[in-house]
């Protein structure tokens, strides 16, 4: 399956065995002490490789906000046009990356229009590396507007993962979950906007044209055209 290049790579860089043991150390420590402080990181590895890290065990999936104190999350329901979205639920990514992009973004200062995805490939057997696509309006775009954002850790037990979509010769699988019921979390970490790999690769959009582009074709994700 062949994607346009405004689709983004997960960075190359692997941690090694000794960074991998000390995620894992990390953690372990993170849950033992629960929510009630963000996670003390002090290593030299990037936050998002660790969350990477913690998504990719399975047993925790990840919401991204600007509030650093929640202790409950509710099911809200959302304006979105996919069936999946549109449900009444707690939605959380299954990827580490993805939910930082919520978490840096102040929306209360800049109203915006979100458009962002991140899925895998499922062809021939194989699974691919997650892609990313980010995009916001584009006049908010301009003035940066970011912030300090909290990711939080919530138990999977109750969330139903976003079945995978038939595209062509191939299943795309995104990294979304949702649950029906309320859910704690288990653990947080505070990240800046420098904290986000691909804070210079945020696309802006016109939304009266991303709007048109939607109602035109509501399965046409990501409606973008490069300039």
């Known amino acids: 399956m062949h994607l346009p290049t405004y689709w983004l790579t997960r960075p190359d860089a692997r941690p090694d065995h000794e960074t991998l043991t000390s995620f894992d150390r990390l953690l372990g420590q993170a849950l033992d002490l629960g929510p009630d402080r963000p996670i003390d990181y002090r290593l030299e590895a990037p936050k998002w ?16 906000s600007g509030d650093p104190d929640i202790e409950r999350f509710e ?13 009444r639920a707690v939605f959380a990514a299954t990827d580490g990356i993805w939910p930082m992009y919520y978490a840096i973004l102040d929306r209360e200062q800049h109203p915006m229009m979100l458009c962002n ?3 895998r490939i ?4 194989r699974t691919s590396d997650p892609y990313y696509f980010f995009s916001i309006s584009r006049a908010a775009l301009q003035l940066r507007p970011w912030r300090a954002g909290t990711v ?13 979509i038939s595209v062509d010769d191939s299943l795309i699988e995104v990294a979304q979950a949702a649950s029906p019921l309320a859910v704690e979390p288990v653990a947080k970490l505070s990240v800046l906007a420098g904290d986000f790999p691909f804070l210079n690769e945020i696309k ?6 991303l709007a048109a582009r939607i109602a035109a074709d509501p399965n046409g994700f990501p409606w973008y055209e490069e300039a």
């Open 49 to 64: 490789q660790f969350l990477c890290y913690a998504a990719d065990r399975g047993h925790v999936v990840l919401h991204g």
């Open 204 to 209: 802006g959009h016109d939304d009266e044209v």
């Open 152 to 164: 939080y850790l919530l138990p999977a037990d109750t969330f139903e993962i976003q079945p995978r």
């Open 117 to 119: 995805s991140c899925m």
């Open 75 to 87: 099911p809200r329901q959302p304006d979105d046009t996919l069936e999946f979205s549109n449900r």
């Open 122 to 125: 499922c062809a021939d057997g």
